[in-house]
T-cell receptor, first 108, second 114 residues
Framework: GIQVEQSPPDLILQEGANSTLRCNFS?????LQWFHQNPWGQLINLFY???GTKQNGRLSATTVATERYSLLYISSSQTTDSGVYFC??????????FGTGTRLTIIP | DTGVSQDPRHKITKRGQNVTFRCDPI?????LYWYRQTLGQGPEFLTYFQNEAQLEKSRLLSDRFSAERPKGSFSTLEIQRTEQGDSAMYLC????????????FGPGTRLLVL
């Protein structure tokens, strides 16, 4: 099956800093999503981005499908951005394969 | 409609007992998914339904696990003869169509097997 690797595994930043999270995947995909899991366990959709670039406020994402990676950018971090960020992919079916996540901690 | 709901939110049980979890999807969504998440890992796919039909099951779904979605509305996930390794967060998600319509996840049921 498809393998998904995320880096870095952990990231600690001061409030206001910018960050880049990376997702590498091992095979062609037609679905790539970024999620944020808050400290209470709730998974929140951030982006559906199988290719190209999207922006939503302080967050943006870029997927280069031909090179099998995606990047999530967070600018001007706030403490509410803390949590675990997951990349999930699929190809041709409904089953999302998740990476192991990047745990982001924003310090006031 | 306020999203996907799951019940209970937490469950503590003794090894060998049976447990059942319920998921109520967003009402117009015809697809429903179950995932399992263990500590420090990403969610892993268990199974999914389109309306009342169970279309795919992961090998993770052993014969002690059964999922149903009668009438294509809510779904239940039952675990028989629970084992300590079943301790995890069980997540439900629903969506309407593929092709860019994101699945919405519920808050999860956290299971602890003693």
């Amino acid at each position: 099956g498809i393998q998904v690797e995320q880096s870095p595994p952990d990231l600690i930043l001061q409030e206001g800093a910018n960050s880049t999270l990376r997702c590498n995947f091992s095979d062609s995909v037609n679905n790539l999503q970024w999620f944020h899991q808050n400290p209470w366990g709730q998974l929140i959709n951030l982006f559906y981005i199988p290719s190209g670039t999207k922006q939503n406020g302080r967050l943006s994402a870029t997927t280069v499908a031909t090179e099998r990676y995606s990047l999530l950018y967070i600018s001007s971090s706030q403490t509410t951005d803390s949590g675990v960020y997951f990349c999930a992919v699929s190809f041709g079916n409904e089953k999302l394969t998740f990476g192991t996540g990047t745990r982001l901690t924003i310090i006031p | 409609d306020t999203g996907v709901s799951q019940d209970p939110r937490h469950k503590i049980t003794k090894r060998g007992q049976n447990v059942t979890f319920r998921c109520d999807p967003i009402s117009e969504h015809n697809r429903l998914y179950w995932y399992r998440q263990t500590l420090g890992q990403g969610p892993e796919f268990l199974t999914y339904f389109q309306n009342e039909a169970q279309l795919e099951k992961s090998r993770l779904l052993s014969d002690r696990f059964s999922a149903e979605r009668p009438k294509g509305s809510f779904s239940t996930l039952e675990i028989q003869r629970t084992e300590q390794g079943d301790s995890a967060m069980y997540l439900c998600a629903s969506s309407f169509l593929t092709g860019g319509v994101l699945p919405y996840f519920g808050p999860g049921t956290r299971l602890l097997v003693l």
